[in-house]
């Protein structure tokens, strides 16, 4: 089963390296562009909310900074994009980092809150400052070069998705994230720090997108605080992750793809409904929590794994308890 998997990785992989050598399309290879970047955008968002529990609706404000701290070094320290981009990452983080210390104090909707909140008084910060442009936006000097900008932005997702997996799915810091957003009182009476982890799983979620967000900056050549620091970012972004799958990466991967395709085609021929995708975004959230709380992926494979577990097999114990094997037992893990 791994080895057929691995297989099956490794030819997407392929595929996709090979893809603008056969596409030639402009249009088509911009799709596929921003398509990879919301794939990257929902994983990144779920190390926070799927992972470790904590809804965040400011997740499109790490994006902004992104693009701004790439177009103002850019266009006005005069530095070159490979120079800047890191800078892109590192404000995001560094402002999660700030932001976290009194909102990860939170939990539940009061959290949901103080991030949504954060987003927007960062757009208002956007909108009312020269040197981002105000609300005019900022223009970047134009790249024209989509097969670029398609490898740059499959590079930086396929190198994030390998980390987050090595992270999240291999090390015990993973295993620890789970035991906070399944108990958090019983993960510190396990020894752990729950105020580290959720810190260093904030800024792990920032970090990437900062760095999108000033891919995304120099491919469009003109951002604004609306486009860039909306809500729409943190919007699709949970839609993604919630119909895909939380607590998962190949499930957030999976709704990106999704949505982002039912994204293109309504606004390809329904674009005068701005108003009903918003409607039907809300809708799929709520059919998610309702008749698929487990999201696409995790409904799969929870069948798949009823169907082939024996009748009185017993059910696979708590991730919690599974914590115990790894966690220190002091505290500052």
């Known amino acids: 089963m791994k080895n057929r998997g691995a297989t099956i990785l490794a030819?997407?992989?392929a595929a996709l390296l090979i893809l603008p050598l056969v596409v030639h399309d402009t249009f088509v290879l911009r799709v596929l562009t921003e398509g990879v970047m919301w794939i990257g955008l929902a994983i990144a968002f779920d190390v926070i909310a799927g992972y470790t529990g904590y809804l965040n609706f400011g997740h499109g404000a790490f994006f902004g900074i992104g693009a701004y701290t790439i177009g103002i070094l850019m266009m006005q320290a005069n530095l070159p994009f490979w120079a800047a981009l890191p800078a892109g990452g590192v404000a995001a983080a560094i402002v999660a980092l700030i932001a976290g210390i009194p909102t990860?104090?939170?939990k539940g909707a009061y959290f949901a809150i103080a991030t949504w909140a954060l987003s927007r008084a960062i757009q208002q910060l956007a909108l009312n400052v020269e040197f981002t442009g105000?609300?005019?936006g900022m223009?970047?000097?134009a790249f024209l070069n989509p097969?670029?900008?398609y490898y740059?932005?499959?590079?930086?997702v396929g190198v994030t998705f390998a980390i987050l997996w090595y992270l999240l799915e291999r090390a015990p810091f993973g295993l620890k994230?789970?035991?906070?957003?399944?108990?958090?009182e019983g993960a510190k009476a396990l020894g752990l720090n729950p105020t580290k982890l959720k810190m260093q799983s904030f800024i792990l979620s920032a970090l990437p997108t900062g760095i999108l967000g000033g891919i995304y900056a120099y491919w469009i050549t003109f951002i604004d605080p609306s486009s860039t620091l909306g809500d729409l970012v943190s919007d699709q972004a949970v839609v993604m992750v919630v119909f895909g799958g939380m607590g998962t990466l190949f499930g957030p991967a999976l709704g990106a793809i999704l949505i982002f395709a039912f994204k293109t085609l309504f606004w390809a021929y329904l674009s005068d409904f701005q108003l009903l995708y918003l409607i039907i975004l809300g809708a799929l959230i709520a059919i998610s929590v309702i008749f698929i709380p487990n999201g696409l992926w995790g409904t799969m494979f929870k069948r798949k794994a009823d169907a082939t577990r024996p009748q009185h097999q017993p059910e696979p114990a708590s991730e919690p308890a599974a914590l115990s094997a790894v966690a220190a037992p002091e505290e500052g893990n």
């Open 134 to 136: 105000g609300p005019d």
């Open 147 to 149: 097969q670029f900008f």
């Open 11 to 13: 030819i997407l992989v």
């Open 104 to 106: 990860l104090r939170l």
């Open 177 to 184: 994230l789970k035991a906070i957003r399944e108990d958090e």
């Open 139 to 141: 223009r970047l000097e």
């Open 152 to 156: 740059l932005m499959l590079i930086t």
